[in-house]
């Protein structure tokens, strides 16, 4: 009841932090603008075939009458793969952080709440994990389980799921101290009660916040497996994929690896931009 | 002090076990992979089946492990089929190339970031603060292989400065050592720098409240001096602890970046032995690489301690 | 709801409680440490009673009164809740009881749930206890009205939305809700404006008569302890020095402690006895809890101490008039500490 109250109370929090300038606005607007194109996109705009190819129109630089973004090598057109490509991306990315914050979420409300041997077991737990970088643990796993995007994003999980847990037991261990928490063990509420009627709720400000951050984050180390050939395989081709595609031709027509270059950039931006609004971070 | 080095040494055995443990696991959970990729995909059932059995595929998970890591203990790990080279020797031959890059690429980075940071702490919110800002926030948005491909686009590609592929060796030829190792350590430098700027920045703009800051204006010291001698060293604090933080990514970096220019280093070799399903190296690599981490941040550790007592001084 | 008249002995029985603390080693061959917190202090509190305890910080009254929740149990001694041990008590026996011995912190928005509303939080201990909405709601109004918290109005606010003062008072409904006979009050006045704690104070009072309640109240200013305190404990270094009628103490403090901190009490009161009163300079420090001094723990501080303070601990030892006091030179009726010009130890922090 009170985890729903503060989920209640989480739309009058943001917004108060989100109407503080129109930054905020932009680049709401601007997630909004590269969702809805990615996701809705390919239903509602006259996009071509992302796979088809036309080599009379090959390499068509930007701005083409047809092929507004140009096209590739291939005469494939780019705003079509890039829409299409960025749904791979967006969806591997927000699915592992969901991943993270439901799994890493309780593990660490539940390490940092119970303290004692469970803490201190799940974190040598997160230290182990901690120790791989991200992309080279992202790599070995997503190489052994096969590409794929159910399988990228478990890969991805494992990196967001210890950063998760971090954050939400430092969160815990800071509100386990308040006197209301004393206060609810004393009229005789237990570990499970306790945990998601009084912690949950004062960490979930905390844990939604760094989303934001963390779908930044995991969207560079998905861009990375793809530009290295190891994420989703095509014809699924996300932006890292295009990307690295475009290498080839980076002197002749270098708007094809570009073009992916800047939805890619712009949309980590936002959501960089937008985690450190919410956090308060406004520099 | 000693006492707080070796307890974290002594905290240090059990992370290091799991890494190794994990790293293990991860990469040799499927045997009948490691089989396939040395036999090619064309050999028969048998021929699989058997060399699973001569390689000890089929003992229990642990046991390999416990195998595996007593060998590696000693210094042998193992020898790769795949690429028909021995592990160990093969991942330090590549270690001075990834090194070298990290190296470069941290000092490029340090090396930016201090005089900006110190010329925005004195003059904050100004036009260079603002500008230095938005690009410091632009370069962490981009990815490393989008900003290698930038830096190659313009320096190799427009103005023919520096290669994009190759590698010279720094034995064989200082110059042209550097020259092929401009771009990518340019790359990873462009992130640190970054990073650090931001730290830096906000750690000097923290510290020039301090009292003994406004105290050392007081007796007269320009602003300048005051922050050459108090507030940098005070930084230096956040910065060590930003560069412990930021090594996993710096290596993720390396890894990218070294793929992206052809440098023969060790992500390189990482990489290559994925495509080439070369589990025994992947394995070396990965378990070499993570241990690395754990020992900078201990390294980081005991530094922050040396830089900073007061953080640890009732630490029990 | 009246006294509880049907109550045979003390309400609150406490013996020889003490409760140590062991900090972790710091290094492997080390001794572990120990604080000292609470050393076998005793005492009773009868039904409606209140029992005032007062010390400077770190004399251990806020352990004491968690030692009584149980919130760590004692490591020594006994508790005794309407003739019932608690300590050798199981958890379900124990539980029940709990409710019947309420606790209410210092810090109003520290002890409420800043996510939850006043109507929920008020609510919490009863629906714990399984009570049904419908009685719950009503009991929650009951309680709320009872506090000077109008339901209607604040029922769905969040703290945050409260003063300091309504906050204390929506945490003293929450402590009221099960109908508890014994509430133990925790600086709950502190950090308060002064008028807000005269509000206060007077709430106390009046639910104290309406629903026959018991307070162990807990406090550092010894002004507003007077005022609701049938019985005063005086607590130095995890021993109780001097325990009494709350006239008797204030007008004739026995231990030389108890006196240098009445000499502290601004006289402004109206309390003849409080002005003339002479000043008494305390020397040192408080001793550290982790190695209190031998025999009388007040000696290292004490004008009058002796080589038999040093050796032999005072027992507690009660007068006729119930008046008790652990010392081997009490102060008898005229007598004062020697009088020295400096101000004397002040029991609270400084005010910001």
């Keep these: ?283 | ?316 | 709801m009246q006294a509880d008249t049907g109550v045979i002995g003390p309400l609150l029985d406490v013996r020889a409680v003490t409760q140590v603390f062991r900090l972790p080693a710091t290094l492997p061959f080390h001794k572990p440490r120990i604080v000292h917190a609470v050393s076998a202090v005793s005492f009773t509190l009868a039904p409606g009673e209140c029992l005032g305890l007062v010390g400077e910080t770190g004399c251990g009254k806020s352990t004491l009164a968690r030692t009584i929740m149980q919130a760590p149990p004692p490591t020594d001694g006994d508790i005794l809740f309407k003739g019932e041990s608690l300590v050798a008590a199981d958890p379900d026996a124990r539980r029940s009881v709990r409710r019947e011995m309420q606790y209410v912190f210092q810090d109003p928005f520290a002890s409420l749930d800043p996510t939850w509303r006043v109507a929920d939080l008020v609510a919490e201990p009863l629906r714990i206890a399984g009570w049904d909405r419908a009685r719950t709601v009503a009991r929650v109004e009951e309680v709320l009205q009872a506090v000077g918290i109008d339901p209607a109005r604040y029922g769905t606010r969040r703290p945050r939305e409260l003063s300091g003062g309504q906050c204390q008072r929506v945490a003293v409904a929450r402590a009221l809700a099960l109908s508890p006979r014994l509430l133990i009050c925790d600086e709950v006045v502190s950090g308060l404006d002064v008028s807000i704690q005269a509000q206060l104070l007077n709430l106390f009072e009046q639910l104290r008569r309406t629903f026959g309640l018991a307070y162990l109240f807990i406090s550092h200013d010894l002004g507003v302890v007077r005022h609701l305190s049938d019985r005063v404990a005086v607590m130095y270094l995890g021993k109780i020095v001097e325990i009494g009628p709350s006239d008797c103490v204030y007008r004739q403090p026995r231990h030389p402690y108890t006196a240098a901190l009445l000499g502290a009490v601004p006289s402004v009161s109206r309390h003849k006895e409080a002005r003339g009163r002479p000043r008494v300079k305390l020397a040192g420090e408080l001793p550290s809890p982790l190695a209190p001094p031998s025999g009388c723990r007040f000696r290292t501080r004490c004008p009058r101490a002796a080589s038999r303070c040093a050796a032999e601990e005072p027992p507690l030892l009660s007068n006729a008039s119930g008046h008790a006091v652990a010392c081997h030179f009490p102060l008898a009726e005229d007598e004062t500490v020697k009088a020295q010009p400096e101000p004397v130890l002040s029991l609270s922090p400084a005010r910001p």
């Design chain 1, 1 to 283: 009841m009170t985890a729903r109250q503060a989920l209640e109370e989480l739309p009058r929090r943001l917004s108060l932090r989100l109407r503080e300038g129109t930054e905020t606005w932009l680049w709401g607007t601007v997630l909004v603008l590269i969702a809805a194109g990615c996701y809705l996109g390919p239903f509602v705009l006259p996009l071509a075939n992302p796979e088809a190819t036309d080599f009379a129109n090959a390499l068509a630089p930007i701005g083409t009458p047809g092929h507004w973004l140009g096209t590739d090598a291939l005469g494939r057109d780019l705003m079509s793969r890039c829409l299409h490509g960025g749904r791979v991306s967006l969806t591997v990315s927000l699915g592992a952080v969901a991943l993270g914050l439901v799994v890493g979420g309780t593990l660490g409300i539940i390490a940092g709440y119970r303290g004692g041997t469970v803490d201190a077991v799940i974190s040598r737990c997160l230290d182990v994990l901690f120790a791989f970088p991200g992309l080279v643990l992202a790599l070995t796993v997503a190489s052994y389980l096969g590409p794929s995007v159910r399988n990228v994003t478990l890969a991805i999980a494992f990196y967001t799921v210890p950063a998760y847990a971090r954050m939400a037991r430092a969160g815990a261990l800071r509100v386990r101290e308040q006197n209301f928490v004393r206060a609810a063990q004393m009229f005789g509420g237990r570990g499970w009660y306790v945990g998601t009627r009084h912690i949950l709720p004062n960490v979930l400000f905390l844990i939604l916040t760094y989303a934001f951050v963390l779908i930044g984050i995991a969207m560079v180390i998905e861009a990375g497996l793809s530009f290295l050939g190891l994420g989703v395989p095509p014809p699924q081709p996300s932006w890292g994929q295009l990307i690295a595609m475009g290498k080839q031709d980076i002197s002749d027509a270098p708007h094809i690896a570009l073009v992916p270059g800047a939805f890619l950039f712009v949309t980590i931006a936002a959501f960089n931009r937008l985690g450190d609004i919410l956090q308060g971070r406004h520099v």
């Design chain 2, 1 to 316: 002090m000693i006492a707080f080095v070796l307890r974290r040494i002594v905290q240090l055995v059990p992370v290091l076990l799991g890494v190794t443990l994990l790293a293990f696991l991860l990469v040799n959970l499927l045997p009948g992979n490691m089989a396939l990729a040395i036999l090619g995909p064309d050999a028969s059932k048998e021929a699989i089946a058997h060399l699973q059995e001569q390689l000890g595929l089929n003992q229990p998970i642990l046991l390999r492990y416990l195998h595996w890591l007593g060998h590696a203990l000693t210094g042998d790990f193992g020898w790769s089929a795949v690429q028909s080279q021995p592990v160990l020797p093969t991942i330090l031959q590549r270690f001075p190339v990834t090194v070298e890059i990290i190296l470069l690429g941290q000092l490029i980075g340090v090396v930016l970031a201090m005089p900006c940071a110190v010329a925005v702490a004195l003059r904050p919110q100004g036009w260079l603060d603002r500008l230095l800002g938005l690009l410091a926030y632009g370069a962490i948005a981009t990815p490393r292989f989008l900003l290698g491909l930038l830096l190659i686009l313009g320096f190799s590609v427009y103005w023919q400065l520096f290669p994009s592929t190759g590698f010279v060796s720094l034995f064989a030829d200082a110059t042209g050592n550097l020259h092929s190792v401009a771009l990518p350590a340019i790359t990873i430098g462009v992130l640190e720098f970054a990073v650090y700027f931001r730290v830096l920045r906000g750690e000097m703009l923290r510290n020039l409240a301090e009292d003994f800051v406004l105290a050392a204006r007081a007796k007269g010291i320009s602003p300048l001096r005051a922050v050459l001698r108090h507030v940098l060293r005070n930084s230096a604090v956040a910065l060590v602890t930003v560069i412990g933080i930021g090594f996993g990514p710096l290596v993720s970096g390396a890894v990218i970046v070294e793929s992206l220019f052809s440098l023969p280093g060790a992500g390189d070799l990482l990489v290559n032995s994925i495509y080439q399903r070369d589990a025994v190296m992947v394995q070396g690599v990965v378990v070499i690489v993570a241990v690395t981490v754990v020992l900078v941040n201990l390294v980081v550790d005991i530094a922050h301690m040396l830089l900073d007592p007061r953080i640890h001084l009732h630490d029990g």
